[in-house]
């Protein structure tokens, strides 16, 4: 099974600059989110998605973030613009979608990261 | 390749000692617990989960104790094997499917 696939890995950027990441969650996973960690820090939730619709973006800084999965399945994560405070790895998560549980079934596979860098 | 918590607390242990980990969750809520397992320059990796009904749950070379009375949560690695080495975090869910991350503790296996 192929696992989340997400791009670029690395990406340098000056502040006040855009920038986009993408993320392929796994076949058949529902939910899909978007974390942001800090150096020395344990995930922090961005912003999850069930299909094409937000379930929670209560932490999604929404002047300057956005996120869309548009047709249920790829996601991208856009900042513009951003800020020095930015840098981080931006991790995609998928979980598949269980009717039985009530909700996304709880292990969440995780993509290696998009490490952002904000000169 | 990138590192995780450079700044984490660190345990360090000899190769084929029994590694434990400690978490402390917030939440007397949270009904659901989960450790993962984060190597430099990849995603966290699922270790293994425990529901709150329950205060032991094993695995391989793995366990988990839940101490709901003083919301204390650990993981013990048996027989630690230098390819533990990594920064482990344990993750409590909130509410509906959310999960909230504690800040990782870096495990180093000494030859």
């Known amino acids: 099974e192929a696992g989340v696939a997400q791009s670029p890995r690395y990406k340098i950027i000056e502040k006040r600059q855009s920038v986009a990441f993408w993320c392929n969650p796994i076949?058949?996973?529902?939910?899909l989110y978007w974390y942001q960690q800090i150096l020395g820090q344990g995930p922090k939730l961005l912003i999850q998605?069930?299909?094409?619709?937000?379930?929670?973006d209560s932490q999604l800084p929404k002047d300057r973030f956005s996120a869309e999965r548009l047709k249920g399945v790829d996601s991208t994560l856009k900042i513009q613009p951003a800020k020095l405070e930015d840098s981080a790895v931006y991790l995609c998560?998928?979980?598949?979608?269980?009717?039985?549980?009530?909700?996304?079934?709880?292990?969440?596979?995780f993509g290696p990261g998009t490490r952002l860098t904000v000169l | 390749g990138e590192s995780v918590g450079l700044h984490l607390p660190t345990l360090s242990v000899q190769e084929g000692d029994n590694s434990i980990i400690n978490c402390a969750y917030s939440?007397?809520?949270?009904?659901?617990f989960i450790w993962y397992k984060q190597e430099s320059g990849k995603g966290p990796q699922f270790i293994i989960d425990?529901?709150?009904?329950?205060d032991k749950r094993q695995g391989q070379r793995v366990t988990v104790l839940l101490n709901k009375t003083v919301k204390h949560l650990s993981l013990q690695i048996a027989a630690t094997q230098p390819g533990d080495s990594a920064v482990y975090f344990c993750a409590e869910r909130r509410g509906t499917y959310k999960y909230i991350f504690g800040t990782g503790t870096r495990l180093k296996v000494l030859a």
């Open positions: 998560a998928s979980s598949f979608w269980s009717a039985l549980a009530g909700g996304p079934a709880d292990t969440q596979y």
């Open positions: 425990i529901r709150s009904n329950m």
């Open positions: 076949s058949g996973h529902a939910t």
């Open positions: 998605f069930q299909n094409n619709g937000v379930v929670d």
């Open positions: 939440n007397s809520a949270s009904d659901y």
